[in-house]
Antibody
């Protein structure tokens, strides 16, 4: 079955970096994107960005630009999300999700659009504390 | 502040029907697909509806989705206590080139 399995919980000091992995199975890895979504304690879902597994193109949420990097390793069907310069408000559960993609025309340019997310990984708790 | 607006909470009795609204704008809901996710506390979100009104395999027809203009609605009929969860709408924002979610709605089955 289609499945995403994430790496285990992490505890980091402020200013450190964390890299979370997401191993996919049960489908053709390069045919979908991978999106990352986080959820702070007691809060809602926050979209962080996505990566096209096909060509490696990425798109990040504006508030994370410069601190986040998403990559994939197609040889192992694994996606990675690295977040740097960690702060206490980065404490959250981080989810990867397979992203269904379609191409649309916007402003005369053909661009990708994410349609929905299925399945989701089990989540990785990242705690940032001194 | 979420880009998409949902009511913080809704409630209804077992067996009844409930609807959850999701309000957005012309740059997101109006011209893109809406999806809905159910999240039981402590677990990962689970898709209920995709492409506005389609159900993934295994999702009962008690769950339905609709969209009109800049708003979308999730409907749940025949409420069960197992339906108690948080529900999120999501879509793409073409102007921002980002995914966006609603703030979530907590469903209580009284």
């Amino acid at each position: 079955q289609v499945q995403l399995v994430q790496s285990g919980a992490e505890m980091k000091r402020p200013g450190a970096s964390v890299k979370v992995s997401c191993k996919a199975s049960g489908y053709t890895f390069t045919s979908y994107g991978i999106s990352w979504v986080r959820q702070a304690p007691g809060q809602g879902l926050e979209w962080m960005g996505w990566i096209s597994v096909y060509n490696g193109n990425t798109n990040y949420a504006q508030n994370l630009q410069g601190r986040v990097t998403m990559t994939t390793d197609t040889s192992t069907s694994t996606a990675y999300m690295e977040l740097r310069s960690l702060r206490s408000d980065d404490t959250a559960v981080y989810y990867c999700a397979r992203a269904d993609i379609s191409m649309i025309t916007f402003g005369g340019v053909v661009v990708p659009r994410l349609n929905w997310f299925d399945p989701w990984g089990q989540g990785t708790l990242v705690t940032v504390s001194s | 502040q979420s880009v998409l607006t949902q009511p913080p909470s809704v409630s209804a009795a077992p067996g009844q029907k409930v609807t959850i609204s999701c309000s957005g704008s012309s740059s997101n809901i109006e011209h893109n697909y809406v999806s809905w996710y159910q999240q039981v506390p402590g677990t990962a979100p689970k898709p209920l509806i995709y492409e506005n009104n389609k159900r993934p395999s295994g999702i009962p027809d008690r769950f339905s989705g609709s969209k009109s203009g800049t708003s979308a609605t999730l409907g749940i009929t025949g409420l069960q206590t197992a339906d108690e969860a948080d529900y999120y709408c999501g879509t793409w924002d073409t102007s921002l080139s980002t995914g966006v979610f609603g703030g979530g709605t907590k469903l209580t089955v009284l």
